[in-house]
């Protein structure tokens, strides 16, 4: 049995960035004042997202067993589609587009869950080959 | 299995060979795919700067040139607010050479007040605006009415939405096209409602006056055309002594500073690209070169068994060709996802008019990428490929031994 996922690792570590950019390098406009905008909900919102996919892949990459694999593969790509759809869509963003929350973190935001989702969507063929292709071996 | 099928079995039999011939080949077609839409931005920004300028010359308040830099302004969307005496106005069309000459005011939001930024707001007469209202009606063409604005394509406001400027709730009407200068991130309304917005301003303690009588009408700005036959510096210099505290800008000279700016970051990328395609030629020749050595073997047994020579050189060729086609493909999506996306990031940081290509230019762009890298990669197999299909198969398969 094959243990180790390397879609469910890539979409730890895309996990991880989105959680660690959406507080940080990625994050929402800061103003000089201390105040926040509107995208600062959108920044907690996808901080959050970011922690509950790199929880969904870990759990995935600790997981032995393909089919369940499979199966948590399936919410990790959900969650990766809603995320890619908080800034801006979900979760309204500053009106200018030369600000922060829309100029980096909106398309760096959209362009990491969209690879989150596509990478969980590959690893869930992947495994689903594998599964059948050890199910045919069975005598 | 066929000849046809054997450069992409051998391609699948050595999957770290072929991702590393791959991802060399990526990185040039993203240098130049990427590099290339950057500076064709740039001088598409440039075009569009002279045709929104369109004036020959620019009067400012001589504060403006401190205060903030009108260029940045212009450029990079910067916000300012500085006046003259209305009068200036018409002082600067008594002078003998100027056909046209239109007045623009400028204001400055209030940070909280729509955008959690600053936003500039422009006021313009479209009775006698020549410069702003041919850009202004490709989007609309009706009278614009009390309080109603137009914003620019970096301002988020949908149409029929309100939004309130020193508490004055304005409506947009329209969303302008995009300039690729600061002028995209600005709001324009007609003259009244900027008078309007002006007293809303000065209630708040924002004031605008030049004199001390409160009814003194203000301007920014007078864009200026000059008739026809006539030298537009001495008309510069006219206007400069016909007018009070006021700086005459020739708009050649702010469009000679943009694009001695625009030629030396063009110049900086193209070395750059440049620089990148030495660098992987060297290291693709390199690697084919350590490839043809690898492979003398395999070419030697295929000879053996009657494989022409012009058959073992069409299939180094082949395996080239379509490891930077993958490359190229590649190279030019990931550019595609860092150039496209952050468009208005890559403006900011520039600081310099940036308007990206038709999609049509962008289809032909990325095609030239490709096929310049499938080339690269073909001629860099190209010795390597000659080499090996003039392996003697007898002394390559004895030395083996």
């Known amino acids: 049995m094959k243990k180790f996922s390397v879609a469910s690792l890539l979409v730890?570590?895309?996990?991880?960035?989105?959680?660690?950019?959406?507080?940080?390098?990625?994050?929402?406009?800061?103003?000089?004042?201390?105040?926040?905008?509107?995208c600062h909900w959108a920044g907690q919102a996808m901080l959050?997202?970011?922690?509950?996919?790199?929880?969904?892949?870990?759990?995935?990459?600790?997981?032995?067993?393909?089919?369940?694999?499979?199966?948590?593969?399936?919410?990790?790509?959900?969650?990766?589609?809603?995320?890619?759809?908080?800034?801006?869509?979900?979760?309204?963003?500053?009106?200018?587009?030369?600000?922060?929350?829309?100029?980096?973190?909106?398309?760096?935001?959209?362009?990491?869950?969209?690879?989150?989702?596509?990478?969980?969507?590959?690893?869930?063929?992947?495994?689903?080959?594998?599964?059948?292709?050890?199910?045919?071996?069975?005598? | 299995m066929s000849m046809q099928k054997l450069p992409l079995q051998n391609l699948l039999r050595r999957p770290g060979r072929t991702l590393a011939l791959t991802l060399l080949t990526a990185l040039l077609a993203f240098s130049v795919f990427g590099?290339?839409?950057?500076?064709?931005?740039?001088?598409?920004?440039?075009?569009s700067l002279e045709s929104r300028l369109g004036a020959d010359i620019i009067v400012v308040p001589s504060s403006a040139q401190s205060k903030v830099s009108f260029q940045n302004m212009l450029l990079q969307g910067t916000t300012g607010a500085f006046y003259m005496d209305a009068e200036n106005l018409e002082r600067v069309r008594e002078v003998e050479g100027v056909e046209i000459a239109a007045p623009q005011v400028f204001l400055a939001s209030l940070k909280a007040d729509c955008c959690s930024v600053k936003i500039q707001v422009?006021?313009?007469?479209?009775?006698t605006d020549l410069f702003v209202r041919p850009w202004i009606e490709q989007s609309y063409t009706k009278e614009l009415g009390d309080l109603?604005?137009?914003?620019?394509?970096?301002?988020?406001?949908?149409?029929?939405?309100?939004?309130?400027?020193?508490?004055?709730?304005?409506?947009?009407?329209?969303?302008?096209?995009?300039?690729?200068?600061?002028?995209?991130?600005?709001?324009?309304?007609?003259?009244?409602?900027?008078?309007?917005?002006?007293?809303?301003?000065?209630?708040?303690?924002?004031?605008?006056?030049?004199?001390?009588?409160?009814?003194?009408?203000?301007?920014?700005?007078?864009?200026?055309?000059?008739?026809?036959?006539?030298?537009?510096?001495?008309?510069n210099s006219k206007i400069q002594g016909h007018t009070r505290k006021c700086s005459a800008i020739r708009t050649k000279s702010m469009l000679t500073d943009v694009s001695d700016s625009l030629?030396?970051?063009s110049n900086t990328v193209t070395i750059l690209i440049a620089a990148i395609w030495v660098l992987a030629l060297i290291i693709l020749?390199?690697?084919?070169?350590?490839?043809?050595?690898?492979?003398?073997?395999e070419f030697a047994v295929l000879r053996l068994l009657g494989t022409s020579r012009s058959i073992l050189s069409g299939l180094i060729l082949k395996e080239s060709a379509l490891?930077?086609?993958?490359?190229?493909?590649?190279?030019?999506?990931?550019?595609?996802?860092?150039?496209?996306?952050?468009?208005?990031?890559?403006?900011?940081?520039?600081?310099?008019?940036?308007?990206?290509?038709?999609?049509?230019?962008?289809?032909?762009?990325?095609?030239?990428?490709?096929?310049?890298?499938?080339?690269?990669?073909?001629?860099?197999?190209?010795?390597?490929?000659?080499?090996?299909?003039?392996?003697?198969?007898?002394?390559?398969?004895?030395?083996?031994?």
């Open chain 1, 12 to 38: 730890f570590l895309l996990g991880a960035l989105i959680a660690v950019g959406s507080v940080s390098f990625l994050g929402p406009c800061v103003h000089e004042d201390g105040s926040f905008g509107v």
């Open chain 1, 48 to 139: 959050g997202i970011g922690i509950l996919l790199a929880a969904e892949s870990l759990f995935a990459l600790l997981c032995g067993d393909r089919r369940m694999r499979q199966g948590i593969l399936i919410p990790m790509f959900f969650t990766s589609c809603l995320g890619s759809l908080i800034p801006g869509t979900l979760i309204d963003l500053c009106h200018m587009a030369t600000m922060r929350c829309r100029a980096l973190m909106q398309p760096a935001m959209i362009i990491l869950f969209s690879l989150s989702a596509l990478i969980s969507l590959i690893g869930f063929f992947a495994e689903k080959r594998g599964a059948r292709g050890r199910a045919g071996d069975r005598p």
């Open chain 2, 35 to 47: 590099g290339s839409v950057i500076v064709m931005s740039l001088r598409q920004g440039l075009n």
């Open chain 2, 122 to 127: 422009i006021g313009f007469d479209p009775e």
């Open chain 2, 148 to 235: 109603d604005v137009m914003v620019g394509c970096k301002v988020e406001a949908n149409i029929g939405e309100n939004i309130r400027i020193y508490d004055e709730r304005c409506k947009v009407v329209a969303r302008l096209a995009p300039t690729g200068t600061g002028l995209d991130t600005a709001v324009y309304c007609s003259m009244d409602t900027m008078k309007t917005l002006l007293k809303a301003a000065e209630a708040k303690g924002v004031s605008h006056k030049v004199t001390s009588d409160p009814d003194d009408d203000v301007i920014s700005a007078i864009y200026v055309k000059v008739r026809d036959g006539y030298d537009i510096s001495q008309v």
């Open chain 2, 263 to 265: 030629a030396g970051i």
């Open chain 2, 285 to 297: 020749l390199i690697a084919f070169a350590m490839i043809a050595g690898e492979r003398k073997r």
């Open chain 2, 323 to 401: 490891c930077s086609l993958m490359g190229g493909v590649l190279g030019v999506l990931f550019a595609s996802l860092v150039v496209f996306p952050f468009t208005t990031l890559i403006e900011t940081k520039l600081g310099l008019p940036y308007l990206r290509p038709e999609i049509s230019s962008i289809i032909l762009l990325a095609l030239a990428s490709l096929t310049a890298t499938v080339m690269i990669g073909a001629a860099a197999s190209a010795w390597a490929s000659f080499r090996l299909s003039r392996v003697d198969p007898g002394t390559v398969l004895r030395e083996g031994n």
